[in-house]
């Protein structure tokens, strides 16, 4: 297990005062984000929402190990890696309200967030492969958590990247639940890390409430996918809320699980106490970053609630490139319904 947080001082790692304080000044942005989102969903201004608090730690260290031309696979709770990799928050909410990912038009090498369950995880071997095959000196960076090591996505991708050497890290952020489902009840492995071993790839372990440890892990791994080494990293950390917004936790989570206290713990606590012993940061520091994060949050919003809404026929404006009839009496129906009934349009959109 890695662990630089409350076993090593700053001195004694690769990274310089800078470095942790661009990771706290990014654990506080995202868990505002997250904070933020969730209220905006619980007013109905966006449809479901998945929180991530708890985990910022681990996907803020994961975003700040990827060389600019990696690429990122991310999963829907991949939120705070996308937004500590460059991401505009104002893409991730007009996501979350319907529209396409890339409102912005950045040029951050990341792909769409995947819902379904591990469906990214062959997509990342892919790439990786491609990458390989093109001789291009980058390497796939894959988010999913430790239920999707269920899936048999996980094992086809980690097959095909151990058998065809693509260059890829496997992140998985082992929260302890998968939605209701603890972690006993979801593997009678060791460790999620071990399942490498039967692919002929590497498998390490990882505090993933401390940013600078997963940083390094990381970062490690991405040179060794780099050279042709696939890896799977294991980043220990705790789902803090609900699965998602539809989800009620104490209908199975009853208390804290048996778990060490350094899972248990918040990240954002744990971590800017860290950085105060070090003389990295001082008593001031989190609530301006806080301010920092409340100022771009409300840019955010200001920009995605500028965005039209799309018009119904839309829907059909990607799918050919003339239309047939059938389909443009479709789009005229649906315009007169909404003609007809603006009131109801705009209550359901």
Not at 90 to 99: E, Q, V
Not at 258 to 271: C, E, I, V
Not at 279 to 294: K, L, P, Q, R, S
Request: glycine share 6%.
């Amino acid at each position: 297990m890695t662990r630089i947080v409350g076993e090593r001082d700053l001195d004694d790692t690769r990274f310089d005062a800078e470095d942790a304080r661009a990771a706290l000044r990014d654990i506080v942005r995202t868990r505002r984000f997250d904070e933020r989102a969730l209220a905006l969903q619980r007013r109905g201004w966006m449809s479901g929402y998945p929180p991530f608090e708890g985990q910022e730690a681990a996907q803020v260290g994961a975003a700040h190990a990827m060389a600019a031309e990696d690429h990122l696979f991310p999963t829907y709770r991949s939120n705070a890696l996308q937004i500590a990799r460059g991401v505009p928050m104002s893409d991730i909410l007009l996501f979350r309200r319907g529209f396409p990912e890339y409102h912005s038009d950045h040029e951050i090498p990341v792909f769409p967030q995947a819902v379904p369950i591990a469906s990214q995880i062959p997509h990342a071997a892919g790439a990786g492969m491609a990458a390989s095959y093109a001789d291009e000196d980058w390497a796939a960076l894959v988010c999913f958590g430790d239920g999707a090591t269920s899936e048999g996505d996980f094992h086809e991708g980690l097959n095909f990247a151990g058998v065809f050497d693509a260059p890829t890290v496997f992140f998985c952020e082992n929260n302890g639940w998968a939605i209701s489902l603890p972690e006993a009840r979801q593997t009678a492995s060791e460790s999620i890390a071990i399942k490498a071993d039967a692919y002929g790839i590497e498998g390490v372990r990882v505090d993933g409430n401390d940013p600078l440890a997963t940083r390094a892990v990381v970062e490690d791994a991405l040179a060794s996918a780099r050279d042709g080494d696939p890896v799977l990293v294991e980043a220990l950390t705790y789902r803090r809320g609900a699965h998602t917004t539809a989800d009620d936790p104490s209908q199975y989570r009853d208390g804290d699980p048996d778990l060490p206290a350094w899972r248990l713990r918040d990240p954002l606590d744990r971590f800017a106490e860290w950085c105060r012993e070090q003389g990295i940061v001082d008593d001031g520091f989190v609530d301006e970053a806080t301010e920092e994060a409340n100022e771009e949050l409300a840019e955010a919003v200001e920009t995605a609630e500028s965005v039209p809404r799309p018009e119904p026929e839309e829907l059909f404006d990607s799918l050919y490139e003339e239309l047939p009839a059938d389909v443009r009496r479709q789009r005229e129906a649906a315009r007169a319904v909404a003609d007809e009934h603006p009131e109801t349009y705009e209550l359901d959109r």
